[in-house]
């Protein structure tokens, strides 16, 4: 890893004698200042690990610790220490109080309009009362009701989220670790919070590091640092020093990383939130997130309701003014029109469409943390993604044999079927013969039904799997092992670097045969002769060229690559012969090469598919890893995000056979940064790889680059998606837009810091992912337009009531009917509408421009459909009173004898007189009616909104939910006209059939002119209609 | 919504145009007397700049106006062409529906007649004239206006005029009187003219404004008489129609349908 090459040698700690940085104690004793203090800390943390325990003797270790490295602290002074330091426990990040969150559901952004049209309402209400004797409770009940539906949605949506941690509690391992410490001299148990700076503890295979420590013995010991690192790959540790970089070193062991074989004992150096996991955890929880794309839509949104609300409220209230109404009633009508505005059925839509999408994505193996989360996988534009695990499988795996002079493909899909190659060579014989026998792998027991590659195994990452290899195709490598029993080895060391196995001869001959496998340049040291198809050959220089070439093709590939050979050793060792491996006594050169195999972490299948879908889609994958460039490299070209045909700097140098600074950069678009060269890069020179550049791997990058990698894309305007399992990844995870965890091989904090855990630690699953969220997207535009419309229809009632003084059109009950009743199913419905083109062939949405609801929506929904409803609603208005006899010219000015409740003779066109309660049962069946055109006229809006571009023929009809929705808004229509008891309950009566088709013409009007419209925008596209009204 | 582009674009045209020195724009050396002439001369450039904008912005503006226009005029005419449509199916003299009104309320009011009629029976006319019946202001006895200007509110024995609501084709069964009750028969009695607060069937039906030239309603007065010795002077008097079983009296929540209450105050 890149940690820190440049020395600052151990600048926070020299300061302090204590290891332990005072910060604990500041924290308790200067509240006040804390704040400060947190933003610096972060900066803090976001530079790379500075430590120098590594380096020191043992004697300086024991003297900075001052503790004895035999007998430890004594039990008095680790209590001491215990209680300066605190517990050896990470400070898990301060969750936000549940009161906090459930705050957050009822009075964020969307909610906070809506509160304001409950508080006008109440205002309203109160004037009302104040200025009239008998105020109508109108606004009193649509008060009651925007509160009634902000708590319920709101409870709703906390109740969601809160479910989607319960299921996050799940993850957490409850399970309190336990520490072995020598203190006084006497080992014992402690838990592992106990664990303090000093204490002399130790580990073994199976355990899970306490603390940071130095080691000062070990026996084999061997660490899996993947939860820091996300490499699975076993480390090896001893106490000698042998890096520079505290992450590199040998003798040094992190907290909550796991041993995984051997023993080591070591000083704990640091513990808790000092420890290096401590640090990543800190800076993690210390990162301020932004909001949301769709939380940032919803207010752009917001904002364009308020500026017509109020447009609209200010209007009136100068018309009302002007038309002589006194001012207290014109600021009720003011009220009045602003709260009309508000769209109260919206937000229990939006959070509806949202958890749905959010269940759907959940059964593909996408759980969404938070719902607003849904949507930003669909908006992303820059995927980081971590390499192992994510894009690999994690698990080391054959990939390619040299023998015979040939390159053999192995089969590396998940599913390994085997017979790929010929097998049919001695050679492979020899070579299956020499990978299984010499071999310290072996298969846990009890899994035998199980198929290979997914049977777990004792032994390193590279053993295992030739050992699965060889059992998948060639034979059981339990009998073979049987046939040829082990009589000595060696096993495999750093400066050997070969491994070494002599077994008694399967035949009756009762020789022994030497096998050998190791680095390949080592193996090729020790033999003389090569093996070509069943003969042995002197070694020659040819040989050695083709090997060369094969080791270099094979490395290329970033693969990790083992020489075979082996020796039939002569009659002189046969049975009996007693082999000593420490002081040798049996010939080890002139050995028989047999080939090559090499074996990588092999990308998932479904990958590379994933990451073509993600480029067609606009998606950039960037790489971000922490391994080597090469394997980085080999991987990014073998699922896609290095293109076949493109060329790196460093390609296109080899290529060419020229120095890389010649190159001409301009047409490079694929590079691989090393860890090491970002971190001398300036913010501007990272934009400008980030910019230049389509394909790009991150090697050998710590957590803190991650990090600022993401800042990165983020500054440049991308929305980014961070996929990574490790607590290495935590910080990206958490400053990305949304992060992605590993459900299955994800550490904790990650998954704490993701937006969205992919249960199936499959990449692909990311693309469903954005598939839904562009989909939903693109839903809720309709579910917003087709929701927005019936706002006209809604509000052009009480204007015209204001202004022409004819009896009200549409009540307060009937509105509250249509948005919370009638129009709630079909917006949900659309929800479940399929895609009108394939969403992944477009790019990703940009964030500025492409709003979810802009003018467009606005003008459609309200200057064009919204009209052609107003006029179907005030046309049935006016055939209902003409019918009875009041004909449309009668009624302009009528409104205040017709409210005048003490006026029982009023008298209509045709000479007959009305009392108050008669006019008033025509008044309210008017607004039943009205309020069933604007259900008949919702309907051509509803199919309408299918789709935005496409003619409704070419979309068919195929969504279920929305008929079942246009069923369900006429049925309730229906029910709330013709129930008896109705018209006491909520005053609405029963309508005259023939009332129920005077909006019809207008529904069709509505249809055929979107049909029409829609048609043109296919027709010209870009064009004029197109620039005006696709929204 | 949308910025006007000639409020954007004018002002910074123009501004440019002053503060820049004339001379400087056109490289030329400064001579006495050019001021107003160069100045002239940035006049059309500038000009020039806005029009790009203008043609740039107000042409889509000024197309969504016209189309919103043409929409518009559009929905405006077929509105009206419905509404004409639905206005020709209305019959001109009779109302569509009635069943909003199946029974008249009452009320209080004054009145003026036309023509005799016989008695008793329902005046059922077809046309093509319809003649309104005469009520002769005699029935209406003390509380007629011509004995008394006053209707007796200077005697302290008020008339107060009932009638029903006009309602077209309306024939009342049985025999409809309008029977007046006091709360409180102490304090005063009540007095219905003509007799009984007979309705007489003669009257009914109505035909409607347009063919029933002239028509009024029946009338049924009621004279409050209060008690001489009392002390208080306040009464409300209940009255409703009775004797007709198709003409309703009851409904919770129309007060004034079939009946009709009504409170007296008299001050000495």
Not at chain 1, 423 to 445: E, V
Not at chain 1, 452 to 462: F, H, L, V, W
Not at chain 1, 690 to 718: M, Y
Request: glycine share 8%.
């Amino acid at each position: 890893m890149g940690f820190g090459g440049k020395k600052r040698i151990g600048r926070p700690r020299e300061r302090t004698p204590s290891p332990r940085p005072r910060r604990r104690f500041k924290a308790k004793s200067q509240q006040k200042v804390k704040r400060k203090k947190k933003t610096r800390d972060l900066e803090e943390l976001k530079k790379e690990v500075v430590m120098d325990d590594h380096k020191l003797s043992l004697e300086e270790l024991s003297a900075k610790y001052s503790v004895d490295l035999k007998t430890g602290h004594s039990p008095e002074k680790a209590k001491e220490i215990l209680l300066r330091d605190g517990p050896n426990t990470l400070t898990p990040p301060a969750t936000t109080p549940e009161w906090v969150k459930f705050c957050k559901q009822m009075f964020g952004g969307f909610s906070l309009l809506l509160w304001t049209g409950a508080i006008l309402c109440f205002l309203a209400y109160g004037i009302q009362l104040y200025s009239k004797q008998e105020p109508p409770k109108d606004n009193l009940y649509l008060g009651i009701v925007l509160s009634i539906v902000v708590i319920i949605t709101g409870c709703f949506s906390y109740y969601q989220e809160a479910k989607s941690s319960k299921i996050m509690e799940s993850f957490k391992n409850m399970v309190p670790q336990q520490a072995l410490v020598i203190r006084g001299g006497e080992k014992m148990q402690i838990n592992v919070q106990d664990v303090v700076v000093g204490d002399l503890v130790e580990v073994k295979g199976g355990d899970r590091i306490p603390a940071d420590l130095r080691l000062i013995s070990s026996q084999g010991c061997k660490v899996d640092n993947s939860s820091l690192t996300g490499e699975s790959e076993p480390q090896s540790r001893s106490p000698e020093f042998t890096h520079e970089n505290p992450l590199e070193t040998r003798n040094i062991c992190f907290f909550s990383t796991n041993c995984v074989e051997g023993t080591a004992l070591g000083v704990a150096i640091a513990t808790g939130d000092a420890t290096v996991m401590g640090r990543i955890a800190s800076l993690t929880s210390g990162l301020v997130v932004g909001k949301t794309p769709i939380a940032t839509e919803i207010e752009h949104f917001i904002h364009l309701i308020t500026m017509v609300a109020v447009f609209l409220g200010v209007t009136f209230f100068g018309l009302s003014l002007l038309l002589g109404y006194d001012w207290l009633e014109a600021v009720i009508f003011l009220i009045g029109i602003i709260v009309a505005n508000v769209p109260e059925g919206l937000l229990a839509t939006v959070t509806v469409c949202l958890t749905l999408t959010a269940k759907r994505m959940a059964r593909k193996n996408c759980l969404v943390k938070n719902l607003e989360a849904v949507e930003t996988l669909g908006s992303t534009s820059t995927i980081c993604s971590d390499k192992t695990g994510t894009l690999t499988q994690n698990r080391m795996t054959v990939a390619h044999l040299w023998f015979d002079k040939n390159v053999h493909e192995a089969d590396t899909s998940e599913r390994q079927s085997g017979d790929t190659f010929a097998k049919d060579s001695d050679t492979w014989f020899i070579l299956a013969q020499i990978a299984g026998l010499c071999n310290r792998a072996d298969f846990k027991a009890h899994q035998e039904t199980l198929p290979i590659a997914q049977r777990e195994t004792t032994g390193d990452a590279s053993e295992s799997a030739l050992l699965k290899f060889i059992e998948q195709s060639y034979s059981s490598v339990k009998e073979m092992r049987e046939k040829n029993p082990k009589v000595a080895e060696i096993p495999f060391n750093s400066t050997n670097k070969y491994q070494l196995s002599i077994h008694l001869r399967e035949d009756s001959s009762q020789g022994h045969v030497l096998l050998m496998k190791g680095a390949p340049e080592r193996i090729l040291e020790l033999c003389s002769t090569f093996f070509l198809n069943g003969q042995e050959y002197p070694m020659d220089d040819e040989m050695k060229t083709s090997f060369q070439k094969a080791y270099l093709e094979l490395g290329g590939m970033g693969e990790r690559v083992l020489g075979f050979c082996f020796c039939n050793l002569p009659s002189s060792f046969s049975k009996g012969y007693q082999f000593n491996t420490d002081e040798i006594n049996f010939p080890m050169d002139n050995l028989c090469f047999v080939g090559l195999i090499s074996m990588i972490d092999p990308p998932r299948a479904a990958v590379p598919h994933a990451v073509s879908k993600c480029r067609s889609a606009g998606i950039k994958v960037i790489m971000v890893t922490g391994d080597h460039p090469i394997t980085a490299k080999a991987i990014a070209k073998g699922v896609g995000i290095i293109s076949e045909g493109s060329e790196t700097v460093e390609d296109i140098a080899a290529r060419l056979n020229i120095p890389a600074s010649q190159v001409d950069i301009r047409n490079v678009t694929a590079i691989v940064v090393h860890g090491s060269e970002l971190k001398n890069l300036n913010s501007e020179q990272l934009d400008e790889i980030l910019r230049k550049h389509t394909e790009i791997v991150f090697a050998r990058t710590s957590p803190q680059q991650k990090l600022i990698i993401v800042e990165g894309c983020q500054r440049l305007g991308a929305i980014v998606a961070v996929t990574g399992d490790g607590v290495n990844d935590s910080p990206a995870l958490k400053k990305a837009d949304i992060g992605i965890a590993m459900g299955i091989t994800g550490s904790d904090v990650s998954k704490q810091a993701a937006d969205m855990i992919l249960l199936d630690d499959n990449f692909a699953s990311i693309v469903t992912g954005v598939e839904e969220g562009r989909l939903i997207f693109d839903n809720l535009k309709k579910s917003i337009a087709y929701t927005l419309t019936s706002n006209i229809p809604e509000i052009t009632p009480f204007l015209l009531f204001i202004i022409l003084s004819i009896p009200l059109p549409l009540g307060t009950i009937t509105i509250l009917c249509i948005d919370l009743g009638t129009d709630m199913v079909p917006a949900i419905s659309l929800a479940y509408e399929a895609a009108e083109s394939d969403i992944m062939k477009r790019h990703p949405r940009d964030p500025k421009t492409d709003n979810l609801v802009n003018h467009r929506l606005i003008g459609m929904a309200y200057g064009q459909i919204g009209m052609i409803q107003a006029l179907a609603g005030f046309f049935t208005y006016f055939v209902i009173l003409a019918e009875n006899g009041f004909k449309p010219f009668d009624l302009l000015g009528i409104r205040l004898n017709w409210d005048n409740r003490f006026l029982n003779d009023l008298e209509d066109s045709y000479g007959q007189q009305w009392t108050f309660e008669q006019r008033k049962v025509v008044e309210f069946t008017c607004q039943t009616a009205f309020f069933v055109s604007i259900v008949i006229v919702q309907w051509a809006d509803l199919i309408i909104c299918k789709t935005r571009r496409n003619s409704v023929f070419q979309q068919g009809m195929k969504n279920k939910v929305l008929i079942f929705g246009i069923l369900e808004e006429t049925l309730l229509a229906a029910f709330l006209s013709y129930t008896p008891g109705m018209d006491l309950a909520l005053r609405m009566y029963p309508l005259k059939l023939a009332w129920w088709f005077c909006a019809l013409p207008y529904s069709i009007l509505i249809f055929a002119y979107d049909e029409i419209r829609k048609f043109i925008i296919r027709k010209h596209p870009g064009g004029w209609l197109e620039k005006e009204t696709y929204y | 919504m949308r910025r006007s582009p000639s409020t954007r674009a004018w002002p910074s045209g123009s501004s440019s145009s002053t503060t820049r020195p004339p001379e400087s724009s056109w490289g030329a050396p400064p001579r006495a007397g050019q001021m107003d002439h160069s100045f002239e001369m940035g006049l059309p450039l500038i000009l020039q700049q806005d029009r790009s904008v203008w043609w740039g912005v107000m042409l889509p503006e000024g197309l969504i106006l016209l189309f919103y226009l043409v929409f518009y005029g559009f929905l405006a005419a077929l509105f009206t062409f419905t509404m004409w449509v639905m206005l020709q199916t209305l019959n001109d003299e009779v109302p569509k529906y009635r069943d909003q009104i199946p029974s008249p309320a009452y009320s209080v009011e004054e009145q003026n007649n036309l023509r005799a009629c016989p008695d008793g029976v329902l005046f059922e006319q077809k046309g093509p004239v319809y003649a309104a019946c005469q009520f002769p202001l005699a029935l209406l006895q003390e509380c007629n206006g011509i004995d008394d200007p006053d209707f007796g509110y200077s005697k302290g024995k008020p008339c107060i005029l009932v009638k029903m609501n006009r309602i077209i084709g309306l024939k009342p069964e049985g025999d409809p009187r309008i029977e007046c009750v006091p709360k409180d028969k102490n304090i005063a009695t009540v007095e219905t003219y003509p007799n009984l607060g007979v309705i007489d069937l003669k009257y009914f039906p109505y035909y409607g404004k347009k063919l029933h030239v002239g028509y009024l309603q029946p009338l049924v007065a009621v004279q409050v008489v209060f008690g001489s010795n009392n002390t208080r002077n306040e009464v409300t008097v209940e009255c409703k129609i009775d004797g007709s079983p198709n003409l309703k009296n009851e409904n919770d929540r129309d007060k004034f349908l079939g009946r009709v209450v009504f409170k007296i105050t008299a001050r000495a």
